[in-house]
């Protein structure tokens, strides 16, 4: 992780502090030097030190003033590669729960800001709120104990910047629909570590698009096999996307169905299709994938057999 590396030499550790909101009444230019530097004092760059692990929501302001999240309930895990840290939320807004993933890639100095994008996001319930656009820049800070998330042209401040603080939250078994988000997030992400880290070591996966000699679907049993197969599916497209329909508990404790539409480039349209999961002690020990729909309706695609007939020839005197 040359990037992380590059970050530890930049930074510090971080002194004790408390948790406060910074005086920007003066900031009235999104993109302005006050507005990209105002945040730094009393703080530090993060490290990679954060790698792995978990935060919960405090408080939050904007630039010009409070906003109201009272309704909120968001938690933050962290992760790492090459190119910056992903911090993958998991969020409840009145009915709408989300969990995504959003990328932050360091500048070249410990003043500079981070670039971030969305990478993926996964709605169920009733979500009514649009989410932050997906690529713009941003901080990551620390405040002593606490993690300091800043977004520049925050849909929720009116397009100024937003401050989210998080306090360290001890590990956390998650729930069977987080883990299943989680598995939604990272298979949009084409992350195949990160989706099968999500099984058990001796979990299993079921699919049908490989056969047994009798014509049955193909179970990869262990961790490696998973991975293997994620990892060569993820290969042979340049991109796809899953959309979670529902997810809902199964008849039996730990069993749980997630419905979902596909597409990827080398489809027509899209198919429907469904996982179930049987989910233990925070981790998943077997997910069957089944094809429930060859072919999803699309609005403004029709079907060869049903598209509209060709107007007829006119007369050869017109």
């Known amino acids: ?77 962290v992760r790492g590669d090459d190119d910056g840290l992903l911090l993958v939320f998991d969020q409840t807004t009145g009915q709408c729960t989300e969990t995504f993933a959003q990328h932050f890639s360091p500048g070249s100095n410990p003043t500079d800001e981070w670039a971030m994008r969305e990478e993926t996001r996964v709605r169920t319930g009733n979500c009514t709120h649009t989410p932050e656009a997906s690529e713009r820049p941003g901080d990551l800070r620390m ?44 298979f949009n992400r084409q992350d195949a570590r990160a989706v099968t880290e999500l099984f058990a070591d001796t979990g299993s996966l079921v699919e049908p698009f490989n056969r047994t000699p009798d014509d049955q679907p193909f179970r990869h049993d262990g961790r490696a096999q998973i991975f293997g197969w994620f990892q060569e599916s993820f290969s042979n497209t340049p991109w796809l996307a899953l959309r979670v329909i529902g997810i809902e508990p ?68 017109g």
């Not at 990037?3 to 930074?11: D, F, K, P, R, S």
């Not at 999104?30 to 993060?46: E, K, N």
């Not at 989910?279 to 598209?307: C, K, M, N, R, S």
């Open 250 to 317: 199964g008849e039996t404790p730990g069993a749980f169905v997630m419905d979902w539409h596909y597409m990827d480039p080398r489809l027509d349209a899209p198919f429907g299709g469904r996982n179930r999961f049987t989910i233990a002690g925070g981790e998943i020990f077997e997910a069957t994938l089944e094809i429930t729909q060859q072919e999803i309706a699309v609005e403004g695609l029709q079907p060869e057999d049903e598209a509209a007939p060709a107007p007829e020839a006119e007369d050869a005197d």
């Open 143 to 186: 405040r002593g104990q606490f993690m300091e998330v800043y977004v520049q042209r925050s849909a929720r401040c009116n397009g100024l910047e937003l401050k989210m603080v998080f306090a360290p939250a001890p590990p956390a078994e998650p729930d069977g629909q987080q883990i299943l988000r989680h598995y939604a997030v990272h």
């Open 1 to 77: 992780m040359r990037v992380l590396a590059a970050i530890a030499l930049l930074t510090a550790c971080p002194g004790e502090g408390e948790s406060t909101l910074p005086d920007e009444s003066g900031d009235l230019s999104v993109g302005s030097t006050v507005a990209s530097t105002s945040h730094l004092g009393g703080t530090q760059p993060v490290t990679p030190a954060v790698v792995g692990s978990q935060w919960s929501f405090v408080e939050a302001a904007c630039t010009e003033g409070g906003v109201d999240l009272a309704d909120l309930s968001r938690t933050m895990v």
